[in-house]
């Protein structure tokens, strides 16, 4: 717990740092440009295409005319654009991880090396392939999961609980691996992996719940679905904070289990035997 509650403290001390702050801007150009662009050439076709397709779906009609009796025309007014930033929002959070993963990682494994670990050898027991391979999957699985739990969110406390759940599953299996594939050996990994998976899985579930907080833009008022496009590039920057403490704080925890590890198998030297030197003899004594 110590451990824990010490990286913690350091991530977000270093997410301060203007470096950190300034790597954050790469991964909200990528993704915030391309949302910024899909919104602008295709969010009124999109409202449109959904809008249509609710009132030619006869269950939904049904819905929308008995929730017309209750709240009025506003709400089939703002049905179709809560359906798209509903699939958005998910795109967005696993869009902005992987950036992150991808972009700001190694710049802030080497930054918490530099500065709190310079002795710590790099033994680079993971590649770029692995990293890459290891996110697909899980990212894969994540997609599938979030597909499969949709019907959950139509229950109010589920809907706040499911997706933070597999976004800190994903950021936990996608960020222990690039914390330590710089200076782990394979072996170093798995044992770290198995030691620590527990407070591995809490942090990637705490950092999944932060993530979770921009969503909470969209629940101010309707006119935030109006401005869709752009909250959402604002988004997409909330998302990359967060994921940019998670990576500090993996990376502050992992680099210092790494480093007791080390020392705790690094042999102990033998101790040194101590000769008594005798004095030397008189030479006028009598011989024995």
């Known amino acids: 717990m110590k451990l824990l509650l010490d990286s913690f403290w350091r991530a977000a001390a270093y997410l301060m740092r203007p470096r950190v702050i300034g790597l954050t801007l ?34 939904t009609e049904a819905v929308l005319r008995w929730m017309d009796t209750y709240t009025g025309p506003s709400f089939r007014a703002v049905m179709a654009p809560m359906i798209i930033v509903a ?7 696993v ?24 002795r710590l050898e790099r033994r680079r027991g993971g590649t770029l392939w692995g990293s890459a391979a290891r996110s697909g999957l899980y990212t894969l699985v994540a997609l599938v999961a979030l597909v ?20 800190g599953w994903l950021t936990a299996k996608v960020m222990t691996y690039d914390a330590l594939a710089e200076h782990a050996s394979a072996e ?33 008022s309707a ?16 998302y990359t904070l967060v994921f940019a403490f998670s990576c500090l704080w993996f990376v ?25 030197e005798l004095p030397p003899a008189d030479p006028g004594a009598p011989a024995a």
Do not use: C, D, N
């Open 148 to 167: 499969l739990t949709v019907p959950l969110w139509l229950i109010p406390p589920l809907a706040l609980v499911v997706p933070p759940l597999i976004w």
């Open 223 to 238: 006119m935030a679905l109006v401005l869709a496009p752009l909250l959402m590039v604002v988004s997409v920057w909330l």
């Open 87 to 93: 699939l958005a929002v998910p795109v967005a959070v």
């Open 26 to 59: 790469l991964p909200l150009l990528i993704a915030g440009g391309l949302f910024l662009a899909l919104g602008y050439f295709f969010w009124e076709p999109a409202v449109s295409t959904v809008r249509l397709q609710l009132e030619h779906w006869a269950l």
């Open 95 to 118: 869009l902005s991880l992987l950036l992150v993963a991808l972009l700001m990682m190694p710049a802030l494994v080497s930054l918490v090396a530099e500065r709190r670990f310079p």
């Open 252 to 276: 502050h925890y992992l680099l210092a289990a790494l480093s007791r590890l080390r020392e705790s198998a690094a042999p102990v030297p033998a101790p040194v035997a101590v000769v008594e």
């Open 188 to 220: 170093e990994f798995k044992q770290l992996a198995e030691q620590h998976h527990w407070p591995l899985l809490l942090i990637g579930l705490v950092s999944g719940f932060l993530g979770a907080a921009p969503s909470l833009i969209w629940a101010v």
